[in-house]
């Protein structure tokens, strides 16, 4: 009886490892899409979340986070992970800026934690932040009146428009940066 020998020339080898690499070369793009996407998926989930916590807050003390007026167009931002938003733990009672301020009669009211402190940071483990004037770029829209300078980058970006819609719960995407084209936001509304 004969032997039967399995083996492959050298060129048989190549052309297999090359349709390998074709094939790769297709697919790994897709894949690495779909883990962005799936990361901007549940970055809009948690933003989603903090929305109902603000909310929650706002019920229970009549304020938004930094003790602000509800839907006031006024600085100051503030980053859920910090105790003056009021979302993770009970807020120090004094006036952050202008009409922001927590009273002792908003604090009192308080009954949290609306959030859990591990939904405050997104996959670029930079912290969500609250914005009550931010400004994001989109086609059409006319300048908010805010310093183009700040926003330069955006308005190369988006080709010089803004569209003001605050206040706005905030995730500054892959690139960390604020106002830049890649931020992933939600906007507040009570509905």
Sequence with gaps: MKKTVWGFTLIELIVVIAIIAVLAAIIAPNAFKAIEKSKL??????????????????????????????FSVQNPEVYFNTAR????????????E???QWTQSDVDKWDGPYLDSNKVEDFWHTAYMY???YAFCASGASSCGTSLSVYTECSASCGGVFNCSPPVIVSFGPDKAEYTCDDV???MMLN
């Design 131 to 133: 914005d009550p004037d």
């Design 98 to 100: 202008g009409s922001c």
């Design 85 to 96: 938003a009021g979302l993770i733990s009970r807020p120090p009672v004094g006036v952050v």
């Design 41 to 70: 998926a549940k970055t809009t989930q948690d933003l989603k979340s903090i929305k109902t916590a603000v909310i929650a807050l706002y019920s229970d003390t009549g304020r938004f986070p930094n003790g602000c007026p509800a």
């Design 185 to 187: 936001i939600v906007k």
